[in-house]
Nanobody, 117 residues
Framework: QLQASGGGLVQTGGSLRLSCAASGRTFSIYNMGWFRQAPGKERDIVASINRYGGTSYYLDSVKGRFTISRDNAKNTVYLQMNSLKPEDTAVYYC????????????WGQGTQVTVSS
C-alpha cells in the first residue's frame, strides 16, 4: 500500500516536497515513480528511480527543477519540486513496479499540487 502526501497550494517559483510511504517490508525491491495528471489530460510519468536509488528518469519539462529520491530504511520515496510553475498543477501519484516489468501495478491515492500564477 502506498500513501502519498505533501501536496498543497504554492505560488509560482515556490517549492513542495511530496512523500510516498509504503507499507510492508519489500519496498527496496521495487522501482518507484511519480506520475501526474492534470484535468483533461493523460497521466504522465514525471520521475522514476530504481530500487537502489540510482538511474533516475525525469520528464523533460521538470529536469533541473524536480528531484526524486528514496530512503529504503524508511520505505519512502520523495519528490522535491522547486521553481514550480502553473503548468505543474496536477494530481500527483506515486507508483511502484517490479524491476523485471515495465508495468506499474501499485498506486497511491494521489495528492493535489496547485501552483498559482
Amino acid at each position: 500500500q502506498l500513501q502519498a502526501s505533501g501536496g498543497g497550494l504554492v505560488q509560482t517559483g515556490g517549492s513542495l516536497r511530496l512523500s510516498c510511504a509504503a507499507s510492508g517490508r519489500t519496498f527496496s525491491i521495487y522501482n518507484m515513480g511519480w506520475f501526474r495528471q492534470a484535468p483533461g489530460k493523460e497521466r504522465d510519468i514525471v520521475a522514476s528511480i530504481n530500487r537502489y536509488g540510482g538511474t533516475s528518469y525525469y520528464l523533460d519539462s521538470v529536469k533541473g527543477r524536480f528531484t526524486i529520491s528514496r530512503d529504503n530504511a524508511k520505505n519512502t520515496v520523495y519528490l522535491q519540486m522547486n521553481s514550480l510553475k502553473p503548468e505543474d498543477t496536477a494530481v500527483y501519484y506515486c507508483a511502484a513496479r517490479m524491476t523485471t516489468s515495465n508495468d506499474w501495478p501499485y498506486w497511491g491515492q494521489g495528492t493535489q499540487v496547485t501552483v498559482s500564477s
